[in-house]
């Protein structure tokens, strides 16, 4: 007979404190008027948004829709019509094939990428299902999964308040993405975030904006 593993519980994911956070606009990205050109074919035309401070706002659509194109329109910070606090430090995760040419460890690679304590990068480690046997191999090592995995941590512990994700379920399994779903709950700044995984949406997204046919609708 076979048996069904429980799933053991990570530790809660706690963000130390930082000044970073203190943002005093209440919504530190808004577009007005916006609209989106490549090659003379306009991808996005209308737009209209407000991005409230340390919410979590989703973007969805089909394949080609401008999902990565209304990404890279905020965080280019180079269109008048996209209003940008100027204390707003961003952080992404975009979608790309991740490979690290490193001999050092997990644990010290990520150290190496950020001011929080071991401990509290170790958490968020392991909540994407990295094991004790993970923190110490060569991320050189790490599997393509992996790989993505240690993209999605470091986009987390670098220095931000304002984080950007690029279709980030994509190569998870489905432990990784209930983690990534607490990492995300957790992040005391703001998220915007892209998928195909309405689950995933539905569970993190306080404001869920879709992409259809050139304009921009919110649906939640
Ligand atoms: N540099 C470029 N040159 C020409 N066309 C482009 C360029 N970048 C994007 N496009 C086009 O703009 C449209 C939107 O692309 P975008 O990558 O933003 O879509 P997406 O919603 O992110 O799609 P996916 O779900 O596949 O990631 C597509 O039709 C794409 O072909
Ligand atoms: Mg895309």
Do not use: W
Request: proline fraction near 4%.
């Amino acid at each position: 007979m076979s048996e069904i593993q429980p799933f053991i519980e990570e530790p809660e994911v706690v963000f130390p404190n930082s000044t970073i956070f203190d943002l005093y606009k209440k919504v530190p990205i808004y577009i007005t008027d916006g609209m989106i050109k490549i090659n003379n074919n306009i991808i996005l035309s209308d737009i209209n948004i407000q991005i409230p401070l340390g919410k979590v706002i989703g973007i969805v659509g089909k394949n080609g829709s401008g999902k990565t194109s209304l990404l890279n329109y905020i965080m280019d910070r180079s269109s008048e019509e996209v209003i940008i606090s100027s204390k707003v430090v961003f952080s992404s995760y975009m979608q790309f094939d991740y490979d690290f040419d490193s001999e050092k460890s997990l644990l010290q690679y990520c150290q190496m990428e950020s001011e929080y304590s071991l401990d509290s990068i170790a958490i968020i480690l392991k909540n994407l299902g990295f094991t004790e046997t993970h923190l110490i191999t060569p991320v050189n090592k790490l599997s393509g999964g992996e790989s993505t995995k240690l993209a999605l941590a470091l986009t987390f512990i670098r220095k931000s308040n304002f984080i950007i994700l690029d279709e980030p379920t994509n190569f998870l399994d489905v432990f990784a993405i209930k983690g990534l779903e607490k990492i995300i709950s957790s992040y005391p700044g703001t998220v915007l975030v892209s998928s195909h995984d309405r689950i995933f949406m539905d569970n993190i997204a306080d404001i869920i904006y879709s992409l259809e046919q050139g304009k921009i609708f919110q649906i939640k």
